[in-house]
Each structure stands twice: as C-alpha cells, then as structure tokens.
C-alpha cells in the first residue's frame, strides 16, 4: 500500500491508499476463509467449498467487498502513522473512480478525515498569573476541631421532650385518606430532627414528643415526589416514639486530643491541625492558580477547534453531571423534567467550558511537544504506587486493570508534566489593588433581576486539561455504502 497525502487545511486531510494487485487478491482470499462457512453449494460440506467454485455459483465479486475492507482496516493505521495525521473522527472514504474494482487490479481509495489542529504557541512563558497566599485563622481551626470533636461525639438517651438535632426512635405507618400505602411503614427507624431526610413538615411535628408518646403527622406529598400514586397527596402518619436521644460532645482539652489523635496535649493537637490546613489551602491554591494560567494561555493562543471536538468534550461533561445525580439518588431524565429543559438546551449551558477545556488541552499538548516533555517508564512506576495507594490495591492489581498498553496513563502523566512546567515558567502577580472609587449618588431602584434557572448547572471547579485516548487514530474505517 503506498500512502498519499493530497492536503491539509482547516483541519481536513485528504489522502490516498493506493493498493496492487497482489495486495487485493490476498484482502479477498483472506475474505473467502473468514466467510466460507456462510455459503452452500450442491457436492460440498458446508464451508468446505472452493473459493472458485463460491465465485462461480455466487458471482466473481462475492468476496470483493470483504476484501476491500480488510485491505482498508490493515493498511489505514499505517497510513495514519505514515503521514503524521491524528484524526479525531471516522473517515470518509470514496474509491477513485479512474480504478475500477475488478479481479487482478489495483485499486485507489480517497480518504478525508478530520484532524486535531495543531495550535500555533505565540505566547506560553512567562504567564502571568495571580498569586494567592495560604491562610488559615484561628476560625479555621476551631471550625476543624469542631468537626472532629462531632465525630467523637455519642448519642444517649434522654428524659425530655425532643428538640431540634436530637434522635428519636419511633414506629410509623402511613395513611392516605383509610388506605395504608405501601413504604410508608418502619419500626424502630432512627430519625434525626432538622435533618431534612424525610418530607418536608415531617420532622418539625416531632419536637416535643417524648419517648412512649405516640403523635399524628400530617404532610402533603410534595408535587415531583418519585411514587406518582402519592406525589401531591395528603397523607397522615401514626408515630409512635421509643426513645429520645441527643448527642453528647466530649469535652475540648487534653484529655480529648489524647484519645482522638496521635498527640497528648490539646495545643499539640491545634497546631497540627493548623499545619494540615495550611498544606490543604497550598494546594487548593496553586490548583486555582494553575487553572488560571491555563485560561491566559488559552488566551495568548486563540485558534479555532473543529465541532465534533466540541461535541465530544460536552458529552464527557454530561456524563460527569450525570454521575454526580446518581451519587444523589437522581438521574438526569429526572433534572430536565424537574427544570422544564431540553436536552439540547443542557447542553448549550456546557458549550463555552468545553471548548476552553479542549483548547486548554490541545496547547498543554503542544507546549510538551515543543519543550520535549515526556513520561518515562519511572513516572509510570510512581504513579501506579500512589494509584495503588489512593485507591488501597495492591500495585500488581492495577497493573492488571492498566494492562500491557499504558498509553493513555503515559499521556495524562505527560500532559500534568506539561502543565507544572507552564506553572514553573509563570509570573506570579501581587493582587491589584482596587482603589477605592469616589461615592455616588444612589441610583433609582429597579426591578429585581430574575432568578437564575433552577435547572442550570451548578457553576464548578474547571478541571485541569487531560490527554484524551485516541482509539479512533487506530480504529478500522467503514467505507461508505454506495
């Protein structure tokens, strides 16, 4: 096969496959073994046949196309590797009509595929990026001793009325109209006040109840609840307490850094817990920072991303979103209806991030390309131990799972490689600051603006560039029916 390239512009590569003879006539023998089995003649066992006797009862061409795609499927990866392309979609491909297909000829395909463009680098040294400084105050720290004296806590039983954040423990069953319906009874359910865990209205009627005083709930179904035959409803439930508890907090001092940490003293203990937020904040900062820079590359380095790009970048965010739903105990057919939206509407909201991400993504790329940025086989090591580590497996189990090609993990090791360099080569920036501007005379007051859709988004942390896995540089094109 000899490969061809005819051009290259805006981002569409035209090429030729030019095949002999000979190469076409093993693309159809190589057919006729794979598909034998499929054809039955008069005399023969079924696959046992001849290939000139299936060519002369089914016709000379019944292997013809077969054999096209397998000369194709063989040689497009080659020609891909030949030519230095890196497609980013399937091919189109039409055969050059000044070839006839035929029996001991050469043929010719015209192959156009989309490519990843590849950026020009105006500017990517010396990035200016804002600095931001670690800082943790005493707040800090007492919200974070707080939360661990939370976790030492315990829960006992109490001989008062239930308040807001006690347990209580109670039977229920639940009525709509005379008819019990199905899920709505427990026994012995421990049930947080105020933590909004069941309908709305249920909890608030629990305060003051005691242990062994049983009470009536009334709630109304809210309009979207998942049970279409209650949504909307009005229902009772018969509650029953058995106990109330609250949780009791240990008591902040020595005593208690002793037995909650590796420390003996409380001071010990809050200047530790200062030093990991301090670590926390660094790299939550220079997270922040990095993302930055690469949204003033993307900047000093304008250039146009081919569609199907942009299309795949907002299918991976979809998911993403859709991932975190189910997390919640939501599906994303369940947001859109709740929000009124369509699916395309969604997906415009993602449009402008996906295409900075994949703009982000492909100058990192390039900026590793030009200053020779690559993983070596220690960095891959390294990042299967803390995988391992991460994740608590063993290292020779996510060797496994990696398997023999570690390409893709080669790639993302690469493409955080690049990003340190860029941040390694920034300039960071004092913050400006803002000059205080002189007071004016109140405006008139207008409207309130409208609130923003409940089905949008929530606005999220941009996520570093990662190397996408390009299968389909590799993968098999289709030749188009004709």
Same mark, same amino acid.
């Given at each position: 096969?000899?490969?061809?390239?005819?051009?290259?512009?805006?981002?569409?590569?035209?090429?030729?496959?030019?095949?002999?003879?000979?190469?076409f006539?093993q693309?159809?023998?190589?057919?006729?073994?794979?598909?034998?089995?499929?054809?039955?003649?008069?005399?023969?066992?079924?696959?046992?046949?001849?290939?000139?006797?299936i060519?002369?009862?089914?016709?000379?061409?019944?292997?013809?196309?077969?054999?096209?795609?397998?000369?194709m499927?063989?040689a497009?990866?080659?020609?891909?590797?030949?030519?230095?392309?890196?497609?980013?979609?399937?091919?189109?491909?039409?055969?050059?009509?000044?070839m006839?297909i035929g029996?001991?000829?050469?043929?010719?395909?015209?192959?156009?595929?989309?490519?990843?463009?590849e950026?020009?680098?105006?500017?990517?040294?010396?990035?200016?990026?804002?600095?931001?400084?670690?800082?943790v105050?005493?707040?800090?720290?007492?919200?974070?001793?707080?939360?661990?004296?939370k976790?030492?806590?315990?829960?006992?039983?109490?001989?008062?009325p239930?308040?807001d954040?006690?347990?209580?423990?109670?039977?229920y069953?639940?009525?709509?109209?005379?008819?019990?319906?199905?899920?709505?009874?427990a026994?012995?359910?421990?049930?947080?006040?105020?933590?909004?865990?069941?309908?709305?209205?249920?909890?608030?009627?629990?305060?003051?109840v005691?242990?062994?005083?049983s009470?009536?709930?009334?709630?109304?179904?809210?309009a979207?609840?998942?049970?279409?035959?209650?949504?909307?409803?009005?229902?009772?439930?018969?509650?029953?307490?058995?106990?109330?508890?609250?949780?009791?907090?240990?008591?902040?001092?020595?005593?208690?850094?002793?037995?909650?940490?590796?420390?003996?003293?409380?001071?010990?203990l809050?200047?530790?817990?200062k030093k990991?937020?301090?670590?926390?904040?660094k790299?939550e900062?220079e997270?922040?920072?990095?993302?930055?820079?690469?949204d003033?590359?993307?900047?000093?380095?304008?250039?146009?991303?081919?569609?199907?790009?942009?299309?795949?970048?907002?299918d991976?965010?979809?998911?993403e979103?859709d991932?975190?739903?189910?997390?919640?105990?939501?599906?994303?057919d369940?947001?859109?209806?709740?929000?009124?939206?369509?699916?395309?509407?969604?997906?415009?909201?993602?449009?402008?991030?996906?295409?900075?991400?994949?703009?982000?993504?492909?100058?990192?790329q390039?900026?590793?390309?030009?200053?020779k940025?690559?993983?070596?086989?220690?960095?891959?090591?390294?990042e299967? =131990?803390?995988?391992?580590?991460?994740?608590?497996?063993?290292?020779?189990?996510?060797?496994?799972?990696?398997g023999?090609?570690?390409?893709?993990?080669?790639?993302?090791?690469t493409?955080?490689?690049?990003?340190?360099?860029l941040?390694?080569?920034?300039?960071?920036?004092?913050?400006k600051?803002e000059e205080?501007?002189?007071?004016? =005379?109140a405006?008139?007051?207008?409207?309130?603006?409208?609130?923003?859709?409940?089905?949008?988004?929530?606005?999220?942390?941009k996520?570093?560039?990662? =190397?996408?896995?390009?299968?389909?540089?590799?993968?098999?094109p289709?030749?188009?029916?004709e």
């Amino acid at each position: 096969m000899k490969a061809n390239l005819v051009s290259k512009e805006n981002n569409l590569a035209t090429f030729t496959m030019e095949f002999t003879a000979e190469e076409f006539e093993q693309g159809v023998k190589t057919a006729y073994h794979r598909n034998k089995g499929r054809y039955f003649v008069n005399g023969f066992r079924k696959g046992k046949a001849p290939q000139s006797i299936i060519e002369k009862a089914y016709g000379e061409g019944v292997f013809f196309e077969d054999g096209l795609d397998i000369c194709m499927n063989d040689a497009y990866p080659n020609a891909l590797d030949e030519l230095g392309l890196d497609p980013i979609d399937r091919p189109v491909i039409d055969f050059d009509k000044e070839m006839p297909i035929g029996r001991n000829k050469p043929f010719k395909v015209i192959v156009k595929v989309v490519c990843a463009p590849e950026p020009e680098l105006k500017k990517y040294k010396g990035l200016e990026v804002e600095k931001l400084e670690v800082k943790v105050t005493a707040d800090d720290v007492k919200r974070e001793l707080e939360t661990l004296q939370k976790r030492n806590s315990r829960i006992v039983s109490v001989d008062r009325p239930a308040k807001d954040g006690d347990t209580v423990v109670l039977d229920y069953k639940g009525f709509v109209g005379e008819e019990q319906f199905e899920g709505g009874t427990a026994e012995n359910q421990p049930l947080v006040l105020g933590s909004k865990s069941f309908i709305p209205g249920f909890e608030d009627q629990l305060i003051g109840v005691k242990a062994g005083e049983s009470r009536d709930v009334n709630v109304t179904f809210p309009a979207e609840y998942h049970a279409e035959n209650l949504a909307g409803k009005e229902a009772v439930f018969q509650c029953t307490v058995h106990e109330v508890k609250e949780t009791e907090l240990p008591a902040l001092d020595d005593d208690f850094a002793a037995e909650a940490s590796e420390f003996d003293t409380l001071a010990e203990l809050k200047k530790d817990i200062k030093k990991n937020l301090e670590a926390d904040r660094k790299k939550e900062n220079e997270s922040i920072m990095k993302n930055a820079m690469l949204d003033e590359l993307v900047k000093e380095n304008m250039f146009d991303v081919p569609e199907v790009m942009v299309e795949e970048e907002i299918d991976m965010l979809v998911r993403e979103f859709d991932q975190r739903l189910q997390y919640q105990g939501l599906s994303l057919d369940m947001y859109l209806q709740y929000g009124q939206m369509k699916m395309e509407d969604f997906r415009k909201q993602y449009r402008d991030q996906a295409l900075q991400r994949v703009r982000a993504t492909l100058l990192v790329q390039e900026v590793a390309k030009k200053e020779k940025i690559a993983a070596y086989d220690e960095d891959v090591e390294a990042e299967i =131990k803390s995988m391992a580590g991460e994740y608590g497996m063993k290292e020779e189990d996510v060797r496994k799972i990696l398997g023999e090609n570690t390409d893709r993990l080669k790639a993302d090791i690469t493409n955080r490689k690049a990003i340190d360099w860029l941040f390694a080569n920034a300039e960071l920036v004092e913050k400006k600051s803002e000059e205080k501007a002189p007071a004016k =005379k109140a405006p008139a007051k207008k409207k309130a603006a409208p609130k923003k859709d409940a089905a949008e988004p929530a606005e999220e942390p941009k996520e570093e560039p990662k =190397k996408k896995a390009a299968p389909k540089k590799k993968a098999a094109p289709k030749k188009d029916a004709e």
